[in-house]
């Protein structure tokens, strides 16, 4: 069992950064393939980057050169570096976690709550 808590989420300019962190529970953490999605409202779940237990990196391309996921299993942690936000990055952006190296977005087997990013003009 997994419990993850995302947190960092807020109101931004577009241009800004923001750093997004999702905190878990669990000592099989580093294990675990690592992804965030976010959803915008009227819209379907959408993934946005993953990181492997050994720190390899896979991202949408619609944030490609702009977000960084990262992690440390020593704290039990994954991050999520935002910069040259755009209005279309508004979205509540979710940390899951897949017992899978490659997981479809639906064999993530356990989400956090969301935290709330909004990027204004």
């Known amino acids: 069992q997994v419990q993850l808590v995302e947190s960092g989420g807020g109101l931004v300019q577009a241009g800004d950064s923001l750093r997004l962190s999702c905190a878990a529970s669990?000592?099989?953490?580093?294990?675990?393939?690592m992804g965030w999605f976010r959803q915008a409202p009227g819209k379907e779940r959408e993934f946005v980057a993953r990181?492997?237990?050994?720190?390899?990196?896979f991202y949408a391309d619609s944030v490609k050169g702009r977000f960084t996921i990262s992690r440390d299993n020593a704290e039990n942690t994954v991050s999520l570096q935002m910069n040259s936000l755009k209005r279309e990055d508004t979205a509540v952006y979710y940390c899951?976690?897949?017992?899978?190296?490659?997981?479809?977005?639906?064999?993530?087997?356990?989400w956090g709550q969301g935290t709330q990013v909004t990027v204004s003009a």
């Open positions: 899951a976690a897949a017992a899978k190296l490659f997981p479809s977005s639906s064999e993530y087997l356990y």
């Open positions: 669990g000592r099989t953490f580093s294990s675990y393939t």
């Open positions: 990181i492997r237990w050994s720190g390899t990196t």
